[in-house]
């Protein structure tokens, strides 16, 4: 079983146990660690976390960048933002990613709008159960 901790510097999202955490990273993408994965350090993308529980039900939170750190049993999350799916206010999401396309047709090159469209695009997709 393994021990996790999904933090950000605002609040704790998730304390418990698991037998799979699923993240992706900007190294190698989609990631499983289960009980005996090696030592691993990584950088998360702007993407969801997936707590998956012995009964095999799942948390899911947005992430938004930050670290997985995975040592003997222990995994822990640190990202800017993390956020479970009732925590999202989803009509400002979607607002924020309006307001984030509509900056991209005035500057496709603008990375400001294109983080905030990942951000926006996640936490839709993660408040939606998908």
Same mark, same amino acid.
């Given at each position: 079983?393994?021990?996790?901790? !999904?933090?950000? /510097? ?12 699923? %993240?992706?990273? #900007?190294?190698?993408?989609? =990631? %499983?660690?289960? /009980?005996? $994965? =090696?030592?691993?350090?990584? =950088? ?13 039900? *799942?948390?899911?939170?947005?992430? $938004? ?13 640190? +990202?800017? #933002? +993390? ?7 989803? /009509? *400002? ?14 500057? %496709? ?9 990942? *951000?926006?695009?996640?936490? =839709?997709? !993660?408040?939606?159960?998908?």
């Amino acid at each position: 079983m393994l021990n996790v901790q !999904v933090v950000s /510097p605002e609040s704790v999202s998730y304390t418990g146990e698991a037998s799979m955490v699923v %993240a992706r990273t #900007v190294e190698g993408g989609d =990631i %499983a660690f289960q /009980p005996g $994965h =090696i030592p691993f350090i990584g =950088i998360l993308q702007v993407w969801s976390v997936d707590v998956v529980k012995e009964d095999g039900s *799942r948390d899911t939170f947005a992430v $938004h960048r930050g670290f997985v750190q995975v040592s003997d049993t222990d995994i822990t999350i640190l +990202s800017d #933002v +993390s956020e479970a799916k009732d925590e999202i206010d989803v /009509p *400002r999401a979607e607002r924020a990613l309006a307001e984030a396309e509509q900056a991209l047709s005035a500057d %496709a090159d603008d990375a400001g709008a294109a983080y905030d469209k990942a *951000r926006a695009e996640v936490r =839709i997709r !993660v408040a939606a159960g998908e």
